[in-house]
């Protein structure tokens, strides 16, 4: 059965709202909160950036009945992997559900501002092959010592081990990243914008990679990005925070005011036409029910953003949840 999870956006709400909207998200039916993990957010002029690792310790206590998730996170640079591992058992073990760790490549506006070199893609891809390597092992109880080229571990040991089983996701926007998925991690989390798209960059290469290990397919945890608003006006309101994510240097940048006047250089129906846009829970249904049904997920996060968050998390699910579950 689908999970329906909301989404926490670190770079819009400060961690006090955040809390909150996982409460009465909570109090509304979903089954998990899945929170996004930056250093710098996406713009400088509405924008927030909490610690995400604390943040997911005062969900952990507040709302245990929940399942947790980073969406994503990356153990690449201002994170050792076995430092990853580490803060994901002690979550596993304040939480009474699962916590699912979402790892990816990362972007340079979390990497940059600290002083390390953002590689190009190669070297993140190998990168993180050698930080789930890692991870994993530590998390499966291991005492490690490890040489690799990036990265290294001696006698490495969590004393505070997890619980439960931790689920590993990796995000994929291409075939590369959905076969080390397929090869490394226990699902894929894929940011869907063209479902069609997905399916041949991301779904069709990880099966591929998933029968030639002769593994079974890999779980599916998706999401999408949706405006809910009457209007244009408050569509662009709602997505403020978030135009950054969209212009042509959102890997590269370092610097959230760069990213805000490159967005804003382009008219604002180009940047609103990159996001999805509701203003009815039909709307709604149709934007993420494609998701449940074609993708066949085990996760399927909302990820949206309106001028009054929190009614809208409530109509979610007083109204949406209720038709995507059938």
């Given at each position: 059965?689908?999970?329906?999870?909301?989404?926490?956006?670190?770079?819009?709400?400060?961690?006090?709202?955040?809390?909150?909207?996982?409460?009465?998200?909570?109090?509304?039916?979903?089954?998990?909160?899945?929170?996004?993990?930056?250093?710098?957010?996406?713009?400088?002029?509405y924008s927030a950036s909490n610690f995400t690792w604390s943040t997911l310790g005062a969900l952990a206590n507040n709302i245990p009945s929940l399942d947790l998730g980073t969406g994503v996170t990356t153990p690449?640079?201002?994170?050792?992997?076995?430092?990853?591992?580490?803060?994901?058992?002690?979550?596993?073990?304040?939480?009474?559900?699962?916590?699912?760790?979402?790892?990816?490549?990362?972007?340079?506006?979390?990497?940059?501002?600290?002083?390390?070199?953002?590689?190009?893609?190669?070297?993140?891809?190998?990168?993180?092959?050698?930080?789930?390597?890692?991870?994993?092992?530590?998390?499966?109880?291991?005492?490690?010592?490890?040489?690799?080229?990036?990265?290294?571990?001696?006698?490495?040991?969590?004393?505070?081990?997890?619980?439960?089983?931790?689920?590993?996701?990796?995000?994929?926007?291409?075939?590369?990243?959905?076969?080390?998925?397929?090869?490394?991690?226990?699902?894929?989390?894929?940011?869907?914008?063209?479902?069609?798209?997905?399916?041949?960059?991301?779904?069709?290469?990880?099966?591929?990679?998933?029968?030639?290990?002769?593994?079974?397919?890999?779980?599916v945890h998706t999401y999408r990005w949706t405006m809910f608003a009457d209007n244009d006006e408050d569509a662009w309101t709602a997505l403020r925070s978030w135009r950054g994510l969209r212009a042509p240097s959102r890997l590269q940048q370092l610097?959230?005011?760069?990213?805000?006047?490159?967005?804003?250089?382009?008219?604002?129906?180009?940047?609103?036409?990159?996001?999805?846009?509701?203003?009815?829970?039909?709307?709604?249904?149709?934007?993420?029910?494609?998701?449940?049904?074609?993708?066949?997920?085990?996760?399927?996060?909302?990820?949206?953003?309106?001028?009054?968050?929190?009614?809208?998390?409530?109509?979610?699910?007083?109204?949406?949840?209720?038709?995507?579950?059938?």
């Open positions: 059965m689908t999970k329906f999870s909301y989404f926490l956006g670190s770079e819009q709400w400060q961690p006090e709202d955040l809390i909150k909207h996982a409460e009465i998200a909570k109090d509304s039916g979903f089954d998990m909160l899945t929170i996004s993990e930056h250093f710098h957010p996406w713009v400088d002029d690449l640079w201002r994170m050792h992997p076995g430092v990853v591992a580490q803060a994901a058992a002690t979550i596993d073990r304040l939480t009474k559900s699962t916590f699912h760790l979402g790892v990816g490549t990362g972007e340079n506006i979390n990497e940059g501002p600290l002083g390390y070199t953002f590689p190009k893609y190669e070297e993140r891809k190998n990168r993180l092959i050698e930080s789930l390597t890692i991870i994993r092992r530590l998390l499966n109880g291991e005492k490690l010592t490890y040489n690799g080229e990036y990265y290294k571990t001696e006698k490495a040991k969590l004393y505070s081990p997890p619980l439960k089983n931790i689920p590993i996701w990796l995000a994929a926007g291409g075939p590369k990243s959905a076969q080390v998925a397929a090869e490394f991690a226990d699902g894929l989390m894929i940011s869907v914008k063209d479902p069609k798209d997905s399916y041949e960059r991301v779904i069709d290469p990880a099966k591929e990679k998933t029968a030639e290990l002769k593994k079974k397919d890999m779980s610097d959230p005011e760069a990213l805000r006047i490159e967005a804003d250089s382009f008219p604002k129906e180009e940047i609103m036409g990159k996001f999805s846009k509701a203003a009815t829970i039909e709307d709604l249904v149709n934007i993420y029910s494609p998701l449940v049904d074609d993708f066949d997920s085990d996760i399927v996060t909302i990820q949206i953003s309106s001028i009054n968050q929190e009614e809208t998390i409530k109509l979610l699910g007083k109204e949406l949840l209720p038709k995507l579950r059938k």
